[in-house]
C-alpha cells in the first residue's frame, strides 16, 4: 500500500506565493512521474505541473513562469512552488504519483487534496 501526504495549502492574496509539498510512502519500489492536478469547482480535474523520475517537467501553460515542479528522489518527495498566484488558481490541488510496486505491477496513487484559496 502506498500513501501521499499533501500540505502546505491555505489563503494568500493575488500575487502572493504558496509552497506545496506531497510526501509518499509505503511499498515503493521506485516512483516514475510524480504531478499536481487541481479542481475547481464546476471545472474538469486539470494537470498543473508533472516530472519524471530524471527530472524533465511540463507545465500547463496558465502556470508556466510562476510555478515551478521540483522533486527529491531519496525522501519520495515532490514540491510546487507557486510565485505570482491569480485568483483564478484558486482549486484543490492534489498530488499524483505513478508507482512500480513490483518488478511487473505499476499502480497509480492520489493524495486527498489540498485547498488553495487566492483573494484579496
Known amino acids: 500500500q502506498v500513501q501521499l501526504v499533501e500540505s502546505g495549502g491555505g489563503l494568500v492574496q493575488p500575487g502572493g506565493s504558496l509552497r506545496l509539498s506531497c510526501a509518499a510512502s509505503?511499498?515503493?519500489?521506485?516512483?516514475?512521474?510524480m504531478g499536481w492536478y487541481r479542481q475547481a469547482p464546476g471545472k474538469q480535474r486539470e494537470l498543473v505541473a508533472a516530472?519524471?523520475?530524471?527530472?524533465?517537467?511540463n507545465y500547463a501553460d496558465s502556470v508556466k513562469g510562476r510555478f515551478t515542479i521540483s522533486r527529491d528522489n531519496a525522501k519520495n518527495t515532490v514540491t510546487l512552488q507557486m510565485n505570482s498566484l491569480k485568483p483564478e488558481d484558486t482549486a484543490v490541488y492534489l498530488c499524483?504519483?505513478?508507482?512500480?510496486?513490483?518488478?511487473?505491477?505499476?499502480?497509480?496513487?492520489w493524495g486527498q487534496g489540498t485547498q488553495v484559496t487566492v483573494s484579496s
Open positions: 516530472i519524471t523520475s530524471g527530472g524533465m517537467t
Open positions: 509505503g511499498s515503493i519500489r521506485s516512483i516514475n512521474n
Open positions: 499524483n504519483a505513478g508507482v512500480t510496486v513490483s518488478l511487473f505491477r505499476r499502480s497509480e496513487y
